[in-house]
C-alpha cells in the first residue's frame, strides 16, 4: 500500500538545523518527482521543496539557500536538511509526490521554531 511517513521534527530556536526524512513505501519511487510540502498555523498547506527522478531540487525564494532536499533511491528516502531555521518556518511538514496525490498524506512531522 502506498505510504509516506515523516519523521525529524522537533523545536528549535531560531538558526538552529533540523534534519527531515521520509519513507516512502508502495508506490515506484526511483521514477517519481518528490516535494516537500508544509502548513503553519493558518495557513494553507504549501509546496516548497521538491526534487525530480533525476534528483534536480527547486525551491520556493522563501527557503532557497536554507533547505536541501536530496533522495536515496535505493532506500526510497527524502531528505530535508533545514539550517537557519526562522520563526515562520513553523508548521506540519509533509512528504508526498510532486504533483501530490491527495489521497495519501501522511501524519506530517512538526516542527516549531521558538525562543
Known amino acids: 500500500q502506498v505510504q509516506f511517513v515523516e519523521s525529524g521534527g522537533g523545536l528549535v530556536q531560531p538558526g538552529g538545523s533540523l534534519s527531515l526524512s521520509c519513507a516512502s513505501s508502495g508506490i515506484n519511487f526511483r521514477t517519481l518527482p518528490m516535494g516537500w510540502y508544509r502548513q503553519g498555523p493558518g495557513k494553507q498547506r504549501e509546496l516548497f521543496a521538491s526534487?525530480?527522478?533525476?534528483?534536480?531540487?527547486k525551491y520556493v525564494d522563501s527557503v532557497e539557500g536554507r533547505f536541501t532536499i536530496s533522495r536515496d533511491d535505493a532506500k526510497n528516502l527524502v531528505y530535508l536538511q533545514i539550517n537557519s531555521l526562522k520563526p515562520e518556518d513553523t508548521a506540519l511538514y509533509y512528504c508526498i509526490t510532486d504533483p501530490a496525490w491527495n489521497a495519501f498524506w501522511g501524519q506530517g512531522t512538526q516542527v516549531t521554531v521558538s525562543s
Open positions: 526534487i525530480s527522478s533525476d534528483g534536480s531540487p
